[in-house]
Nanobody, 121 residues
Framework: VQLQASGGGLVRAGDSLKLSCAAS????????MGWFRQAPGKEREFVAG????????NYADSVKGRFTISRDNDKKTVYLQMNILIPEDTAVYYC???????????????WGQGTLVTVSS
């Protein structure tokens, strides 16, 4: 499967932004999906994960209550709705796919290209 992320941009603190990640070339519904991010000078970190059906999700503590991951298997797309953005959310965001559940510390098999989110104060 190949992944193409989009939706990043420059926003102000408190704003919202929705990222999308379109999949192609594979059976999308077979994959657990997730979002990761890498801030300047920091290691890439887990943000959110979602089960194959979309019925189960998990989040990093830093985004819990503000971000929502979802997926549309018919459209082969996974989303990340980001609300109440703060400057610390500034990072390159990557979508990822794996045949195993994605969570903190995971190393997914498939990565999309990143999309930059910049949150100004």
């Amino acid at each position: 499967v190949q992944l193409q992320a989009s939706g990043g941009g420059l926003v102000r603190a408190g704003d919202s932004l929705k990222l999308s990640c379109a999949a192609s070339g594979g059976t999308f519904s077979s994959y657990f999906m997730g979002w990761f991010r890498q801030a300047p000078g920091k290691e890439r970190e887990f943000v959110a994960g979602i089960s194959r059906s979309g019925s189960r999700t998990n989040y990093a503590d830093s985004v819990k209550g503000r971000f929502t991951i979802s997926r549309d298997n018919d459209k082969k797309t996974v989303y990340l709705q980001m609300n109440i953005l703060i400057p610390e959310d500034t990072a390159v965001y990557y979508c990822a796919a794996d045949l195993k559940w994605l969570e903190f510390g995971a190393d997914p098999d498939v990565w999309g290209q990143g999309t930059l989110v910049t949150v100004s104060s």
